[in-house]
């Protein structure tokens, strides 16, 4: 099984390609996180916790929002690589 730290960087590198069309939150803190689990594990995985609904605010937005200014964010490339994230943290989470 990997370590915790290695699945938050491997998060972080699957968001990458969605710093090219919006601010990631997730890349900054996953590599925090990352750095930060063995000393602080309670905060961490509550960062993980607001990461994740932050997260699945974004995926509601983007895929229930009719909004013309989203269009560049809806890319399969960037859906996908969201959708993962997302389903990663979940599983990193249980």
């Given at each position: 099984?990997?370590?915790?730290?290695?699945?938050?960087?491997?998060?972080?590198?699957?968001?990458?390609?969605?710093?090219?069309?919006?601010?990631?939150?997730?890349?900054p803190l996953l590599l925090f996180a990352?750095?930060?689990?063995?000393?602080?594990?309670?905060s961490t995985a509550y960062l993980l916790?607001?990461?994740?609904?932050?997260?699945?605010?974004?995926?509601?937005?983007?895929?229930?929002?009719?909004?013309?200014?989203?269009?560049?964010?809806?890319?399969?490339?960037?859906?996908?690589?969201?959708?993962?994230?997302?389903?990663?943290?979940?599983?990193?989470?249980?």
């Amino acid at each position: 099984m990997l370590s915790v730290e290695i699945a938050f960087i491997a998060i972080a590198f699957i968001s990458l390609p969605n710093l090219f069309y919006r601010a990631e939150f997730n890349v900054p803190l996953l590599l925090f996180a990352a750095v930060c689990w063995q000393n602080y594990t309670s905060s961490t995985a509550y960062l993980l916790i607001i990461s994740w609904a932050l997260e699945l605010y974004r995926l509601l937005t983007l895929l229930v929002y009719d909004d013309p200014h989203l269009d560049e964010q809806r890319k399969p490339l960037l859906l996908f690589s969201t959708i993962a994230a997302f389903l990663m943290k979940v599983r990193l989470g249980l």
